[in-house]
């Protein structure tokens, strides 16, 4: 039986790098602005894109949900979730910035706390995109490969009955 | 023992083993979705008693004397314009330096046209600038300014806290500037001062400002100052390469939208 690419010891590095690189800079990105949560509901006003009504509960709510998933990712707890979630903001803020670029709307992204209109937004669209995905590519291979070392899903849930019949495998490979 | 016994020994220690990790990832899964809800609840609840501590002990719903119907601005020279001519609004936060310079540029423009009714002048405060420059004097100026409104001094309170803004943005506004020199500066003397004094130790007027922030927010006015003529937003770079002739002949000609 072949070794699947999830069960591979680089793949499984890659997501610890992966889970740490995205989860550290969504920490980062949420800590900086939950102290200020009005300052944070201006800058997603200041994208014009979701309807007004909804700005304020947006911007309290998404600076701890970026903490909350940067830990998960940080801790491997819940990793292939997390990854998923982590890679869905990142999606989001990507659809964010190419809007306000295509509108002509030149803002501050908002993406580390500040935000709202600024002069020379725009050069920094590019730059914020193509940040945003690499971040975006973290999300999508922990969502894909789960299974990392230093995980606390290792150890708070133990394998599941596929994945330990793949390690079962992977054992009997190394043997033979 | 028999073969299937232990077959059978083996498959109900799975399905505990399985049982009790659906129970772990249930409880682990229950607290993260916690920790979310406690951690949004905890800001908002953080930021209302900031708020509190700030600026709104009374939470007033008054209103000054010349505030627009929709509670959005203040209008300059109410009574004084006829009905038909151009509604220009501006929207100004007190602590933005570009805000002073406008003022520079076209105040005593708007306030001889306001003063002759050739147009129907409104100021919307905005209040944004607290949350970039973490302080909480641009409420508190518009807070004062609201008050001076009551004081039948709008206009020229106004002018007094641009010409006092201090040089550097984010210093803000002491209170004794706001309380003393700029009431003097715009003439509140004698018993107008302590009523207007009292508005503003009171923060009478801090809901009426935070409520034209936020309808200018809705009105999709990010950036101060705005200029808006019959509800159509002015592009700045123009508006700042303008002659006060030709600022004028925009406000007078600038069609609305609707």
Known sequence: MPRTLATRTWVRWTTFAARQILGIVLIIAGALKIPWPEASVQAVRAYQLLPFDITRPVGYALPVIEVVIGLLLVLGLFTRIAGWLGGLTMLAFIIGISWVWAHGISIDCGCFGGGGETENGIAQYPWDIARDVGLLACGVWAGLFPRSPLALDNWLFGPSDTEADADHDELEESRA | MTQSRREALRR???????????????????????????????????????????????????????????????????????????KVEIFVDYQCPICKQFEGMFGATLDEMAGKGEIQLIYRTMTFLDNNLKNDSSLKAGVAAACADNSGKYSAYHNAIFAGQPATEGTGYTTQQLRVDFAGTAGITGAALSTFQQCYDNRVTSGFVQGTNEAAAKDQVNSTPTVMVNGTKLDNNKVFQSSVDVFKQTLLTTKGNG
Do not use: H, M
């Open chain 2, 12 to 86: 109900q220690q799975q399905a505990q083993a399985r049982a009790k990790r659906f129970q772990r990832i249930i409880i682990v899964g229950a607290i993260v979705l916690a920790v979310v809800v406690v951690g949004v609840f905890g800001t908002i609840f953080v930021s209302q008693l900031n708020r509190g501590n700030t600026a709104d002990p009374g939470t007033s719903a008054a209103v000054p004397v010349n505030a627009t119907a929709d509670r959005d601005g203040i209008t300059v020279n109410p009574g004084k314009f006829a009905a038909g001519v151009p």
